[in-house]
């Protein structure tokens, strides 16, 4: 294998892991797409490098720039490591809702952190409103991963063909959270254009809108909730809601149980997202599909290690 020129060459063409123990006895295969495997331990990685090689290719960064952006933590790693690479300075602006796992790991990348109130879209002190005013106050360049085309755009350029090449060109159903909404529909619309019958499946939060927003026969529920990463009570503008077939709703308890499975019995160092994900796809399979059933393992166990959900169960002595 020769040299990589830089660790962003390594961004995407993650493995496919089948999930044998925690999908056993259903009627088809439960997949995971182990998009933590990324450098920089999240699906994020891919829309970090495609957002900055599009700023560089319409010439808007020049070295040196300061970049911003809103985010849960997982982007702002996937920037911070673009910017590392390129000579940028990163600002990432935080709910302080996010883990300090991820506090600790934007420090450590060299990012400064704004660390905001839980606050709702409408809220001048919400995380995206904040980013976009520092961007306009000091000229920073904003990344706007809430609302930018080359985010889908690239998971329909690299995740979905990967998807479909890993699955042998059969796919029954492709089960992922909605953050920005970039993968779900990015990922979903290639895989509907090469795969007639694929279900593409929102997996949410009970607490987050979106599900209602997908489909009405969903209880119109906002309230908060502890995963991380998805959900919302908007639908982002990077997000297609009509490229989503269905969704299911997941509880915190569900979703942090079924990370722990994932774990324990796959060994599979995922995130609290990659439950919730991993929940719905049982559902769906069990339903019965035309084929595989793929799920996104979004991002690392790493940035959950403070949280007492992740060690529930386990035994610390001494
Ligand atoms: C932690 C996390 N981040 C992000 C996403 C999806 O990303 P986006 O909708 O922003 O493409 C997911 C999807 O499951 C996720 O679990």
């Not at 952006?69 to 996010?98: D, F, I, Q, S």
């Not at 059933?293 to 940035?303: H, I, Y």
Request: charge should be neutral; hydrophobic fraction near 45%.
């Amino acid at each position: 294998m020769q040299p990589s020129p830089s660790i962003l060459d390594r961004v995407g063409n993650t493995p496919m892991v089948r999930l044998s123990r925690v999908a056993a006895g259903l009627p088809v295969p439960v997949l995971g797409k182990c998009e933590f495997l990324n450098p920089g331990g999240s699906v994020k990685d891919r829309i970090a490098l495609a957002i900055l090689d599009d700023a560089e290719a319409k010439g808007l960064l020049r070295p040196g720039a300061t970049l911003v952006e809103a985010t849960a933590g997982n982007t702002g790693v996937g920037l911070a490591l673009v910017a590392a690479a390129r000579g940028y300075r990163l600002v990432c602006v935080l709910p302080e809702k996010m883990s300090a796992d991820k506090r600790a790991a934007l420090a450590a990348v060299g990012a400064e952190v704004v660390v905001v109130p839980n606050a709702a879209p409408s809220s001048p002190e919400n995380f995206q409103n904040v980013a976009r005013r520092l961007a306009a106050e000091h000229g920073w360049f904003p990344t706007e991963q809430f609302a930018h085309p080359a985010n889908p755009r690239v998971h329909e350029a690299t995740t979905g063909p990967e998807v479909l090449a890993q699955c042998g060109g059969r796919v029954g159903a492709f089960v992922c959270g909605v953050g920005t909404g970039g993968t779900i529909t990015g990922a979903g619309r290639f895989l509907k254009a090469r795969c007639p019958g694929v279900r593409v499946v929102l997996a949410d939060p009970v607490g987050s809108r979106l599900a209602h927003l997908v489909d009405p026969a969903h209880p119109d529920h906002d309230a908060a909730y502890q995963v991380e990463g998805i959900g919302g009570s908007v639908m982002p503008a990077a997000c297609d809601p009509a490229v989503i077939d269905a969704a299911e709703r997941v509880s915190d308890d569900e979703s942090f149980e079924t990370t722990r499975r994932l774990i324990r019995e796959e060994g599979l160092l995922v995130g609290g997202s990659s439950g919730t994900a991993v929940a719905a796809a049982l559902r769906v399979a069990a339903g019965g599909c035309a084929g595989p059933v793929v799920a996104l393992l979004a991002d690392s166990w790493d940035r959950y290690l403070s949280r007492p959900w992740l060690r529930a169960g386990g035994a610390v002595s001494g």
